[in-house]
C-alpha cells in the first residue's frame, strides 16, 4: 500500500498542509523542530488512532485552535483500490472516518492502513516499562486478528472487576466467577502471544544476522506466569491452581497476581538478556529488527505492504548498516523516513522539505 496525499489542519505545527506522494520511498528533510516527525505521528495515527509519541490527544491540536484533521487517501494492493481515512480531533473528542463514512467505533480501523513506526527513543524499548511491551503484542495481534481484540478488551474489564471485588473483599465465590472468566480468557491471549513471539523470534533473528551483525544471533524469550499447556481445559485447570496458590497474597496486596497482564518480552543476543547485557547499539538494533519482523509478518499475513515510518534512523546507523537496511527495505512497500540532512543512500527517494508549517517537494536540481 503506499499513501497518496495527506491533508492536515490545526495539527500540531500545520495549520495547513495538504500534499501529493508518488507511490514511491519518500525522505523528509528539513530543520529540527520543522514538522518531519509529525507527518510520520499523523500518518500513524490512522493506523491505531492515538500517537507513538504517548502524548495525549489534545496535544496534537495546534495552539490556539480547537480541533486538529487528517485526511489520508491510500491505495490498497489487495483490492487494487484507493481508500480514504480520515479523523477530527477535538478537545475530549475524536471522530474517525473511512471512505467518507463515520467509523462506529475505533475497531473497525484496526487493519485498514498498516504501518510500522521506528524512532531514535525506541532504543530503550527492552528497557522500558513491561506494558510497553504488552502493548505492542497486543496491538500487531489486534491488527490481524479483530477477535483478539475484543478479548483483550474484554480481559481489561474483568481484571478491573476482579481488582475492585479484591479490594473491597467480595464474597469468595463472585472472585472465584470472576478467576474462570479471566482464565477462559487468558487462555486465548496467551496463546496467541506465545504463537506471535515465535514467528517474529525467527524474522528477528534473520534479519539481524543478515542487516547488522553476522556474529551474534537474536531472538525472542515470552515470559508469563500463567500455564503454557496448549488445550484449555488442561490451562484453565492449571491456572486455577495457580490462584489458589496465590489467594493469600492476593488478598493482602488486593490485586490479581497471575494472568497476561504480567507477561513480558525479553530479547536475546547470544542468550543474555539485551536489556541487561546489551550496548545501547545493541539495543537500538535489537529493537529495529523487531519493528521489520513485524512489518514482514504483516505483509504475509494480510498480503499488503505495510507502510515503513522511520523517524531518523540514519543517524542511529553506520554507513554500512545504513545500506544495508535501505536495500532490505527497497522495493517492499512505501517507506517515509526523516532525517535533518540528506545522506548517501537516499538518491532514490522522492524528497520533502518540511518548513515554517510547510511541506513541499524538493525539485531535482
Given at each position: 500500500?503506499?499513501?497518496?496525499?495527506?491533508?492536515?489542519?490545526?495539527?500540531r505545527?500545520?495549520?495547513?498542509?495538504?500534499?501529493?506522494?508518488?507511490?514511491?520511498?519518500?525522505?523528509?528533510?528539513?530543520?529540527?523542530?520543522?514538522?518531519?516527525?509529525?507527518v510520520?505521528?499523523?500518518?500513524?495515527y490512522?493506523?491505531?488512532g492515538?500517537s507513538?509519541?504517548?502524548?495525549?490527544?489534545?496535544?496534537?491540536?495546534?495552539?490556539?485552535?480547537?480541533e486538529?484533521?487528517?485526511y489520508l487517501?491510500?491505495?490498497?494492493?489487495?483490492?487494487?483500490?484507493d481508500?480514504?481515512?480520515s479523523?477530527?480531533?477535538?478537545?475530549?473528542?475524536?471522530?474517525?472516518s473511512?471512505?467518507?463514512?463515520?467509523?462506529?467505533?475505533l475497531?473497525?480501523?484496526?487493519?485498514k492502513?498498516?504501518?510500522?513506526?521506528?524512532?531514535?527513543s525506541?532504543?530503550f524499548?527492552?528497557?522500558?516499562?513491561?506494558?510497553?511491551r504488552?502493548?505492542?503484542?497486543?496491538?500487531?495481534?489486534?491488527?490481524?486478528?479483530?477477535?483478539?481484540?475484543?478479548?483483550?478488551?474484554?480481559y481489561k474489564?474483568?481484571?478491573?472487576?476482579?481488582?475492585?471485588?479484591?479490594?473491597?473483599?467480595?464474597?469468595?465465590?463472585?472472585?472465584n466467577?470472576?478467576?474462570?472468566q479471566?482464565?477462559?480468557?487468558a487462555?486465548?491471549?496467551?496463546t496467541?502471544?506465545?504463537?506471535?513471539?515465535?514467528?517474529?523470534?525467527?524474522?528477528?533473528?534473520?534479519i539481524?544476522?543478515e542487516?547488522?551483525?553476522?556474529?551474534k544471533?537474536?531472538?525472542?524469550?515470552?515470559?508469563?506466569?500463567?500455564?503454557?499447556?496448549?488445550?484449555?481445559?488442561?490451562?484453565?485447570?492449571?491456572?486455577?491452581?495457580l490462584?489458589d496458590?496465590?489467594r493469600?497474597?492476593?488478598n493482602l496486596?488486593?490485586?490479581?497476581?497471575?494472568g497476561?497482564?504480567?507477561?513480558?518480552?525479553?530479547?536475546?543476543?547470544?542468550?543474555k538478556?539485551?536489556?541487561?547485557?546489551?550496548?545501547?547499539?545493541?539495543?537500538?538494533?535489537?529493537?529495529?529488527?523487531?519493528r521489520?519482523?513485524?512489518?514482514?509478518?504483516?505483509?504475509?499475513?494480510?498480503?499488503?505492504?505495510?507502510?515503513?515510518l522511520?523517524?531518523?534512523?540514519?543517524s542511529d546507523?553506520?554507513?554500512?548498516?545504513?545500506?544495508?537496511?535501505l536495500?532490505?527495505?527497497?522495493?517492499?512497500?512505501?517507506?517515509?523516513?526523516?532525517?535533518?540532512?540528506?545522506?548517501?543512500?537516499?538518491?532514490?527517494?522522492?524528497?520533502?522539505?518540511?518548513s515554517?508549517?510547510?511541506?513541499?517537494?524538493?525539485?531535482?536540481?
Amino acid at each position: 500500500m503506499f499513501v497518496k496525499k495527506l491533508i492536515l489542519n490545526n495539527f500540531r505545527s500545520y495549520a495547513h498542509a495538504e500534499v501529493d506522494f508518488p507511490p514511491e520511498d519518500i525522505y523528509l528533510t528539513g530543520n529540527n523542530g520543522q514538522g518531519k516527525t509529525n507527518v510520520l505521528e499523523a500518518i500513524h495515527y490512522l493506523t491505531l488512532g492515538r500517537s507513538f509519541r504517548k502524548a495525549e490527544d489534545k496535544d496534537l491540536i495546534r495552539d490556539g485552535t480547537e480541533e486538529a484533521s487528517i485526511y489520508l487517501i491510500y491505495h490498497d494492493e489487495s483490492d487494487g483500490k484507493d481508500h480514504v481515512l480520515s479523523c477530527l480531533i477535538g478537545r475530549g473528542y475524536k471522530v474517525f472516518s473511512i471512505d467518507d463514512r463515520k467509523a462506529k467505533t475505533l475497531s473497525e480501523m484496526l487493519g485498514k492502513l498498516l504501518a510500522v513506526h521506528y524512532d531514535p527513543s525506541q532504543v530503550f524499548f527492552f528497557k522500558d516499562e513491561p506494558s510497553d511491551r504488552r502493548k505492542l503484542l497486543d496491538e500487531t495481534l489486534s491488527q490481524l486478528d479483530g477477535k483478539y481484540l475484543y478479548a483483550i478488551a474484554r480481559y481489561k474489564k474483568l481484571l478491573k472487576e476482579r481488582n475492585v471485588g479484591l479490594a473491597q473483599n467480595y464474597d469468595v465465590d463472585v472472585l472465584n466467577v470472576l478467576r474462570d472468566q479471566l482464565s477462559n480468557l487468558a487462555y486465548r491471549i496467551v496463546t496467541e502471544r506465545k504463537r506471535l513471539v515465535a514467528l517474529l523470534s525467527k524474522k528477528m533473528e534473520r534479519i539481524y544476522s543478515e542487516l547488522f551483525s553476522k556474529e551474534k544471533s537474536l531472538s525472542l524469550l515470552y515470559r508469563t506466569n500463567c500455564p503454557l499447556d496448549d488445550d484449555q481445559e488442561s490451562f484453565v485447570q492449571n491456572a486455577t491452581a495457580l490462584f489458589d496458590a496465590n489467594r493469600s497474597l492476593e488478598n493482602l496486596r488486593k490485586t490479581t497476581l497471575i494472568g497476561p497482564h504480567r507477561d513480558n518480552l525479553s530479547a536475546l543476543l547470544d542468550g543474555k538478556d539485551v536489556a541487561a547485557f546489551g550496548s545501547q547499539g545493541e539495543n537500538r538494533l535489537a529493537s529495529l529488527s523487531l519493528r521489520l519482523a513485524i512489518r514482514e509478518l504483516f505483509h504475509e499475513k494480510t498480503g499488503k505492504e505495510p507502510l515503513l515510518l522511520l523517524d531518523d534512523v540514519a543517524s542511529d546507523l553506520d554507513a554500512t548498516r545504513c545500506q544495508n537496511l535501505l536495500q532490505s527495505i527497497k522495493g517492499h512497500g512505501q517507506a517515509f523516513v526523516t532525517g535533518a540532512q540528506i545522506r548517501e543512500g537516499f538518491e532514490d527517494y522522492q524528497i520533502y522539505v518540511a518548513s515554517e508549517g510547510s511541506l513541499r517537494r524538493k525539485e531535482n536540481d
